[in-house]
């Protein structure tokens, strides 16, 4: 990536395993660049990407969710982001696969969800 800018992107992992979801990693994300968000064609390419690895938009809990996939399709889909010149943030509830990828300040930031900080510390 040799004179680009690395964008930044949060990956908010949660834990989704309820109901008729079951062995789902799932994440929300958000854009960590100055700006603050994603055109609508760094929108679609993401989506693209995301089901590449196997996740998929669930509206109901708007999220993207990997049901049933290989533990690893976490760290997958982060290498992925950054060959693809993502700086990346996990917070929230990280997959063991990317535990030594925790960003320590999960409850900062505007991407933060709002129970972020009422988390416990791990």
Request: hydrophobic residues 35%; neutral net charge.
């Amino acid at each position: 990536m040799s004179g680009k800018t690395s964008k930044g992107i949060t990956l908010h992992w949660r834990d989704e395993n309820y109901g008729r979801v079951h062995a789902a990693q799932a994440f929300r994300y958000g854009a960590t660049d100055p700006a603050g968000h994603f055109s609508d064609t760094a929108h679609a390419r993401l989506g693209r990407l995301f089901r590449r690895h196997g996740f998929h938009f669930n509206s109901s809990r708007a999220s993207w969710i990997a049901e049933g996939r290989p533990a690893d399709a976490p760290s997958a889909l982060a290498e992925a982001l950054s060959e693809a010149g993502y700086a990346v943030r996990h917070t929230g509830c990280v997959p063991d696969v990317l535990s030594g990828a925790r960003t320590t300040d999960a409850g900062s930031g505007p991407e933060a969800e709002p129970d972020a900080a009422a988390r416990p510390a791990p």
